[in-house]
């Protein structure tokens, strides 16, 4: 279990990066902006480091094949790497709303001779029609892993993973154009004589709309409740 000095510290860390990232030209992807036809269009598609790369999108998902996002502690020197990701949606015409967004993040870790290693990442959705319209506005979701090997000295490896589900307002107030921003934070500390290191692999962004049959189902529900209302 990470301790609060030990939690703070590394969040206020990450949190200059950010910073330090927000203030440099972003990295866009190599596919910036597209669409897929009858679901929606992206845009504005960019990572603060470059780090996530450029994402392949099949139907409703972005996935994401990271290199060198990983962060490396050797000999009682910690590291902690960030990036931040961001781009816009909005539903194809005939689609009512975005219904919820999934991220689900992949990755490896190990620690040799002790060390402590951890992996977070932060969603924010904006809806964009109406970006200050408070209390919801943007969505947050967020999730974490955690390996603590620090004391007693430990050596260990594996795979970690984290996902975030995140519904969206329905119907008849859903959300039809946002804006997607996901921070991630990757940490390692290592004493003297020891080495970890955390790494991000795969890293995949799910989008869900309403299926038409769905909207159908719902309008047919919603107009027998008016008549059953009469």
């Known amino acids: ?29 190599s596919n910036p902006s597209g669409a897929v036809p009858g679901l929606y269009s992206w845009s504005n598609g960019q990572s603060d480091n470059g780090l996530f790369g450029s994402p392949i999108v099949a139907g409703n998902s972005f996935t994401f094949f990271p290199i060198n996002f990983r962060a490396v502690s050797s000999n009682g ?53 109406s970006p200050v319209n408070p209390p919801f506005n943007p969505l947050t979701g967020s999730g ?11 050596s260990g490896s594996g795979n970690w993973n984290i996902t975030i589900n995140r519904s969206l307002p329905a119907a008849p107030n859903g959300w039809t154009r946002i804006q997607v921003i996901l921070d991630n934070i990757l940490q390692a500390t290592s004493p003297v004589g020891g080495t970890a290191i955390i790494e991000k692999k795969v890293g995949g962004i799910t989008i869900f ?18 008549r059953r209302r009469k």
Not at 80 to 92: I, K, W
């Open 1 to 29: 279990m990470r301790s609060l000095k030990s939690t703070l510290a590394g969040f206020s860390a990450a949190i200059l990066g950010l910073a330090v990232a927000a203030n440099a030209a972003p990295v866009p992807w």
């Open 77 to 129: 020197v910690a590291q902690t790497t960030t990036d931040r990701l961001s781009f816009t949606l909005e539903v194809a015409p005939g689609n009512p709303f975005f219904e919820g967004i999934t991220v689900v993040e992949l990755g490896d870790w190990a620690i040799t001779n002790g060390g402590h290693v951890s992996s977070d990442a932060f969603l924010y959705v904006t809806n964009l029609n």
């Open 144 to 154: 974490s892993f955690d390996a603590n090997l620090m004391s007693p000295p430990s």
């Open 209 to 226: 709309i309403p299926e038409p049959a769905s909207m159908s189902l719902l309008a047919g529900l919603g107009t027998l409740a008016i």
